[in-house]
């Protein structure tokens, strides 16, 4: 099975100079591409860091974006260009996010038994605090209800981090909607249109990734860091 890793970055080369770096312990990688949302002033640090890690891998494409349209659309064209070469697997990752070592190889593990595969996502501060970020389901009333799910189970919606999306998936669903969305929400829609096609999503529970935890963030931090975004679109 060949995996491509897919991660869009933005103005900030320490992050994912640590993100590449946990790439390199995860086995079962044979591909990584960079798109690059940053400003001017960071392009040079990013494309720097790229250029250090990607000699580790059969394929490795940066992309720079012309300008920042968010990271639903830099997932988007990260999608694309692997589907286009013939990858089985893309793997989504956040640039302030890393993987634990095996976090791959367990998710490969249960390939047969579903069409996206989730990681465990703890607090990248708090190792030990599993994240609500981790999975999400229904309730009655069609709400999505996240929980910090320590079980593997199968789910409902899941947070682009870790994420392993097959190529039936890109075949049927495509690919995240970069034009109705701009930073937050693509990946519950990406979800939402999978399990209309019937494809099953699985938490895997020994597989683990982490990612600071959104939940802790204050509705006006999370508005901020949109905003912040929009303003390089403009």
């Not at 790439?23 to 591909?31: A, K, V």
């Not at 990584?32 to 580790?56: K, P």
Request: glycine share 8%.
């Amino acid at each position: 099975m060949q995996v491509c890793a897919v991660t869009v970055a933005y103005n900030n080369p320490t992050q994912l100079e640590r993100l590449l770096s946990s790439l390199q312990t995860q086995d079962g990688l044979n591909g990584l591409i960079v798109v690059d949302n940053s400003r001017h002033v960071c392009v040079s640090e990013i494309e720097a860091t790229f250029r250090t890690h990607s000699g580790s891998y059969p394929f490795a494409n940066y992309l720079r974006a012309e300008e920042n349209t968010g990271s639903a659309s830099g997932f988007s064209r990260g999608m694309k260009i692997a589907h286009e070469k013939g990858f089985d697997w893309v793997w989504f990752l956040d640039q302030d996010g890393t993987v634990a070592l095996g976090c791959l190889a367990s998710l490969l593990q249960n390939a047969g038994s579903a069409d996206i595969l989730c990681p465990t996502i703890v607090d990248i501060d708090c190792p030990s605090v599993v994240s609500p970020q981790s999975g999400a389901t229904q309730n009655f009333w069609g709400r999505l209800v996240w929980r910090a799910f320590t079980e593997s189970r199968n789910i409902s919606f899941f947070g682009t981090h870790g994420a392993l999306i097959s190529k039936k998936v890109l075949n049927r669903v495509g690919y995240y909607d970069g034009r109705h969305f701009f930073v937050g929400s693509e990946d519950s829609d990406y979800a939402f249109r999978s399990i209309y096609e019937d494809m099953i999503i699985r938490l895997v529970s020994e597989a683990e990734a982490r990612h600071p935890n959104i939940f802790c963030r204050s509705s006006e931090k999370r508005t901020d860091l949109v905003n912040e975004d929009r303003k390089s679109v403009v």
